[in-house]
């Protein structure tokens, strides 16, 4: 056993891709098992390596955890991403909620029909600039540090330029109305950790495509008829 | 200001119920702040209270908390609810995940349309039964321990509670196959906090009915 943490998911985003982030960004090397067949899926079930039937699966420090607000949530404490005290967990805890709301419009965008992917761009694009994004606007303008949560480089800095480079995805002039937001994506990108994740030959994954939706359709046997939120 | 935290909510469950239950188990006394209106909603909003223009908020130690994930996370990490270190974390963490997507499955219920309720319950039941259920009997038969994390009262007790009284409102015998469960289900009703929380007059509230749904609707019509 290699010790390195080991990701088991599809070859490409959806839930596990905040999963990556973060370990990349706490400079972890990390192994990962992608599902292919509804073979390998039904072995891992049989096996009982997935304590609610589910992917993402990490197997991590001896534990096969699932869910990934837990999985995140101890990667982000154990490589000290998770801010000082209580206090700074909770606004962690808070702005990363807000982020994975934001994300949660754009996961399920592949599944969709074509009208209805363009209904939620414009759904996506709106929740960002009315809802999410003037928030962290503010929050970085109030202190004027170089991090969301007490002058230190945490999981909510991680989470935030993810959703942000994930809607420019939809709409890339998206940040024009933002500049501590453009000044913090460049920023936390040239963060060393960081800086490697973005470039080619990392483990960050592309923008879901067909293939990726076909595939998870196959393994799960879900998502057919997916509507939007 | 009282220093008691303050809850800002709709008069019924929602996303707020499993707040109420994991303050009440640590016994810690709150007070509650009804949305009727969607004026009083806007109002909360203009005011800057809702973070991201939404509740469940929670007034508690200064902060102005939302997130219902974050408010309880905090609430346990402060009362002791949370494990004593980071793997029992983790343990709480994925079994109170685990059952936040089946309380998630109850919380849309009341919102479903008439056609599509009897579907939705059978999918709550299929997932309870088969799915959520036999996991915690399996911990519990597994370590024989009262509690489900490092023997000791935590937050994933609090929320398993929460769940199996929520699904066996709907499916009455749905324990029925659980033996571990049903002996779990007496001892949590037991523990002093929880045992209050049950008692009429607690902060603990009905299951939606048509006038929440309704409620629901025209406080956060866009």
Redesign the interface.
């Known amino acids: 056993m290699s010790g390195k943490p080991k990701l088991y998911y599809f070859d490409g985003r959806g839930k596990m891709e905040s999963v990556r982030w973060l370990l990349a960004a706490a400079g972890v090397e990390f192994e990962e098992e992608f599902l292919e067949t509804r073979d390998q899926y039904e072995k891992l079930l049989q096996g009982g390596s997935l304590?609610?039937?589910q992917v993402p699966m990490v197997e991590i420090?001896g534990?096969r955890?699932?869910?990934?607000?837990?999985i995140l949530?101890?990667i982000a404490?154990?490589y000290n991403l998770y801010g000082k005290d209580?206090?700074e967990?909770?606004l962690i805890?808070?702005y990363?909620?807000?982020t994975d709301?934001l994300m949660g419009f754009i996961l399920m965008f592949p599944f969709l029909s074509a009208e209805d992917k363009e209904k939620q761009r414009a759904v996506i694009v709106q929740k960002a600039t009315s809802?999410?994004f003037p928030?962290y606007e503010k929050v970085l303008k109030d202190h004027g540090q170089d991090f969301l949560v007490g002058n230190n480089f945490s999981w909510a800095d991680v989470h935030l330029l993810e959703a942000i480079l994930m809607v420019e995805e939809k709409k890339s002039d998206v940040l024009s109305g933002f500049p501590q937001l453009q000044a913090f994506k460049a920023r936390i990108s040239s963060i060393p950790t960081i800086k490697k994740f973005l470039e080619p030959g990392s483990q960050r994954k592309p923008v879901p495509d067909d293939k990726y939706v076909e595939t998870v359709r196959r393994v799960l046997r879900m998502y057919y008829d997916v509507k939007a939120n | 200001m009282s220093g008691k935290p303050r809850l800002t909510y709709l008069n019924g469950r929602g996303r707020m119920e499993s707040i109420r239950w994991l303050l009440a188990a640590a016994g810690v006394e709150f007070d509650e702040v009804y949305l009727e209106t969607k004026e009083e909603y806007d109002k909360l909003i203009k005011d800057g209270f809702l973070?991201?223009?939404q509740v469940p908020l929670v007034e508690i130690?200064g902060?102005k908390?939302?997130?219902?994930?974050?408010i309880m996370?905090?609430i346990a990490?402060?009362y002791n609810l949370h494990g004593k270190d980071?793997?029992e974390?983790?343990l709480i963490?994925?079994y109170?995940?685990?059952i936040s997507?089946l309380m998630q499955m109850i919380l849309m219920f009341p919102f479903s349309p008439p056609d599509a309720k009897e579907k939705n319950l059978e999918s709550i039941k299929e997932r309870a039964t088969n799915?959520?259920f036999p996991?915690f009997e399996k911990v519990l038969k597994q370590h024989g321990q009262d509690f489900l994390v490092g023997n000791k009262f935590s937050w994933a007790d609090v929320q398993l509670m929460e769940a199996i009284l929520a699904v066996e409102e709907k499916l009455p015998t749905v324990l029925s196959g659980f033996p571990q469960l049903q002996v779990f289900k007496t001892k949590m009703s037991n523990v002093p906090t929880i045992k209050k929380f049950l008692q009429p007059g607690s902060p603990r509230k009905p299951p939606p009915d048509a006038h929440y749904v309704e409620t629901v609707l025209k406080v956060f019509k866009k």
Do not use: H, N, P
């Open positions: 304590l609610f039937q420090d534990m955890m699932v869910q990934t607000r837990a949530s101890y404490a154990k209580l206090e967990r909770a805890d808070m990363v909620g807000g709301d809802r999410y928030v | 973070l991201f223009q130690d902060m908390m939302v997130q219902t994930r974050a996370s905090y990490g402060k980071l793997k974390r983790a963490d994925m109170v995940e685990g997507d799915r959520y996991v």
